[in-house]
């Protein structure tokens, strides 16, 4: 595609009057680690904390007074939200912003904050924006939408025109963080178009790569599933605007997981003392991965933190799995005899290493099953720790990629059911809402007990929960149809060996 209109559209998307002008912050301690020249855009700094005030407040300043007069309308949980609200109350205009009952308090009150009408409809975003669209046709006002529109990719795409004017030093690869593709699309294409040998490299969660999957089958497709950890880019399908420019502009694609993006929120904390939310820290992230996969060194690389709102309550979550994703704690389900001075001899093998979790409980008269955490300064250092285990006759599984051994099983007490249980084991997203268990339970009928229940919050719109049934193979399936009707996300477990060990 031709992208002279949108590059026109770029420079006169005049955004001040709303958004300004984020510094770029050059990472000295990630530099020195990672032996590169790591430069921050701080778009956490803009008045609602986001990028998104941008394509926002470009797409509603071209409306006629006649329109503003009517109002706009938008469908978010998140950062758009704010964008419209506050933009609208800039242009003086009234915003009704229709988000899901499952949204975090405190995104609903920075939409208040900036003025705006909350509308809560709906568990989920499709619900909400099914009902956006309602009150626009009944209102006649104006649909904002968050990331497939041209004067919202333009907008966006003014944060590349001050990259370039910003850093004088030549950049060598450009990281952006990609959910309905509007920031990369309209970064992309303003950066290429101006030197198109700066290479642009896409970052995605590994748990929800629209655009990796359209660029790898070349059309947008729709994820069957999608990872809500960083809710900011969970998206299922790249826009479709986005998707033709991208695939002119993007030079690759990368993607982290969980522990990377929360390992990286760690990382940016570190240098700017700002805390990014998870899809602020994603091009991070991905920067990391990539610069390990390529064994890169001495080049200048840019990053986005394109976001800093986050739930106070996810903080917890997020250090306990940053330690996953440095890679410098590992998880193992050990085995030692159950006999006088076992633990002594086990703990005098691991040497001094400072353990993070060890959690014990009698089972039998053979053997003990242990739960360890314990820091490592990197891989080779685990590879030499598992392989000192082993040699000491001990049976060792590594659990540091296991999530539910992570998230559940480190948390429970009380070991193993000592009945003999038929049971099948299931981990599960639940909306962070009331009625989301009364609904789970109304679908089992009387059909099948739980034998086990765990949830910890994490501070997002939904809840993980690990839930036990007494039920045999010949159940699954049934079971299967039973939670494909519910409509929560869902793992069945029954085979993870952190559930065979201590569960």
């Excluded at 509007?182 to 101006?194: E, M, Q, R, T, W």
């Amino acid at each position: 595609m031709t992208t002279a209109p949108l590059i026109k559209a770029i420079l006169s998307a005049n955004v001040y009057q709303a958004a300004i002008e984020t510094p770029i912050q050059r990472a000295k301690f990630l530099s020195a680690k990672w032996d590169n020249n790591i430069w921050i855009k701080r778009e956490d700094l803009q008045p609602v904390y986001s990028f998104k005030i941008r394509g926002a407040f470009n797409k509603m300043r071209q409306l006629s007074e006649a329109q503003l007069a009517k109002g706009v309308v938008a469908a978010s949980a998140g950062n758009h939200a704010q964008g419209v609200a506050f933009s609208a109350k800039q242009l003086g205009c009234k915003a009704t912003i229709v988000m899901p009952k499952t949204t975090p308090s405190t995104k609903i009150n920075g939409v208040k904050s900036f003025g705006g009408k909350v509308v809560l409809h709906g568990d989920a975003f499709d619900e909400a924006l099914a009902h956006a669209i309602e009150l626009v046709e009944a209102e006649g006002s104006v649909f904002i939408p968050p990331y497939d529109d041209w004067e919202v990719i333009a907008g966006q795409g003014s944060m590349g025109i001050e990259i370039l004017k910003q850093l004088t030093d030549p950049i060598d690869i450009l990281f952006l963080p990609v959910g309905g593709g509007g920031l990369a699309a309209g970064v992309s294409a303003y950066i290429k178009y101006v030197n198109p040998d700066i290479k642009i490299v896409a970052v995605e969660p590994e748990d929800a790569a629209c655009l990796k999957v359209a660029l790898e089958d070349k059309k947008r497709t729709t994820l069957k599933e999608v990872g809500l950890f960083a809710d900011g880019v969970a998206v299922a399908q790249i826009g479709k605007r986005p998707y033709d420019i991208l695939k002119e502009t993007v030079d690759d694609v990368v993607t982290a997981s969980t522990d990377d993006i929360c390992d990286a929120i760690k990382d940016i904390f570190e240098d700017t003392r700002s805390i990014a939310e998870p899809a602020g820290a994603l091009s991070l992230a991905g920067l990391k991965n990539y610069c390990k996969a390529n064994n890169l060194s001495g080049k200048n690389l840019v990053v986005i933190e394109s976001g800093a709102n986050t739930n106070f309550d996810r903080l917890r979550y997020i250090c306990e799995r940053s330690h996953s994703g440095e890679k410098r704690e590992a998880v193992f389900s050990v085995q030692i005899p159950e006999k006088v001075g076992s633990f002594k001899k086990f703990c005098q093998t691991i040497g001094k290493r400072n353990i993070s979790e060890f959690n014990y409980r009698y089972n039998d008269e053979s053997s003990a099953q242990i739960f360890l955490g314990v820091e490592i300064k990197s891989s080779d250092d685990k590879v030499q720790l598992v392989t000192k285990l082993e040699s000491m006759d001990y049976g060792v599984k590594d659990l540091s990629d296991n999530d539910m051994a992570k998230d559940h099983v480190r948390y429970m007490v009380g070991g193993r059911s000592q009945q003999g249980l038929n049971e099948r084991v299931y981990t599960f997203e639940f909306p962070e809402r009331p009625g989301a268990l009364m609904n789970f339970l109304a679908s089992l009928g009387n059909r099948w007990s739980i034998s086990m229940f765990h949830y910890r919050n994490h501070g997002s719109a939904w809840g993980r929960v690990l839930v036990g049934l007494l039920a045999d193979d010949t159940d699954a399936n049934a079971l299967k149809d039973v939670f494909d009707s519910l409509g929560y996300p869902f793992k069945d477990e029954t085979e993870n060996p952190a559930y065979s060990d201590f569960l």
